[in-house]
């Protein structure tokens, strides 16, 4: 599916790609839809160079072909890859590196649903220094770490990065509080695992996590709503908590009151994972590989799935999401 002048997707044929040093070419059973790939569509959130032009950042399959200096992957394997873009189409190119193994007992379609967030997730929470330490406690073993203590609150628990949030952060021993827009969604939230889910239609979540954090606030802000929820996302942090930012939804510029930061001992991470350097996507997926990967192959995290679409219908998928009609992922088959 490739993006025309105005900004739609239309189907195309191209040639049969062909994988080079260090790639595998997939045969695509399905892609997940992100809301970068809305993005990429108006002309922001840019491939890295070299990588396809078309949308798709992550999708599941077959390894159809090895490209040179590819091991420890043989052709006909299952997959789920973290992509540069590309991967709404029947046949992508992955890096070996950003591959994740999907055992038999885990459906091929459903495992499309992860590389994003989990890379997402892990990079962005493995960077703050107190989650480090409960993360590095999931081994391929498989033991539950102990209950950390810590809250975080999730933005967004209703979207396809925020539904597998909860499970993870819960799974890592976090009380997780999340925000949602509706009474149907912030209950589908709590269905997930999160303590509490704020209606942020109606409800207004500062005051809310005051009340439940009985006035402390929380360790973590996970925020992909940005500059509209600046200032509310430092005033709910307890002292030495981090806001970690991975999306500008509703602003990219806002005002930060220093005083907080100082005086609360507040840090603020922001990260975006298309844009890394291929070493720290390789990094970041080894360690989602062996420590957060074991949680999806045993059924601990699983996919939420809104709708499995025909790939041709990928701009349906794109207004799902848009229109927030979406709870968690939509996926397109080709
Ligand atoms: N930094 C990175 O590397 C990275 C990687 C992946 C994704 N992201 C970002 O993460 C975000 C989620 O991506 P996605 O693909 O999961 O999109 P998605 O499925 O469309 O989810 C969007 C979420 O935002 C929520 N939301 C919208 N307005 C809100 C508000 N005022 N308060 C609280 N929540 C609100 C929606 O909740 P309701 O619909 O229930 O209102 C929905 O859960 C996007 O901003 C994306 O760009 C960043």
Known sequence: MVITEDGTLTPDDLPEPVPGAGEVLIE???AGVNRADLLQLKGLHPPPEGAATWPGLEASGTIRSLG???SGWSVGDRVTALLDGGGYAELALARAENLLPVPEALDLVEAAAFPEALGTLWSNLAAVPDLDGPAALIGAAGEEPPATGRTILVHGGSGGVGSIAIQLCTTLGARVLTTAGGPERTARCLDLGAVAAIDHRSEDFVERVRELTDGRGVDVVLDPIGAAYLEK???VLA???????IGMQKGTKGTLNLA???YRWLSLHGTALRARPQPEKAAIMADVRRRAWPLVTRGTVQAVVHERLPLTE???AHR???DGVAFG??????
């Open 28 to 30: 695509v059973a399905a």
């Open 320 to 322: 799902l999401l848009a």
């Open 239 to 245: 002292a030495h908590g981090h806001l970690v930012v």
């Open 329 to 334: 992922k939509v996926l397109l088959l080709p």
């Open 314 to 316: 990928a701009m349906a």
């Open 68 to 70: 040179p200096g590819v």
């Open 260 to 262: 907080p930061m100082l």
């Open 233 to 235: 996302n430092i005033s």
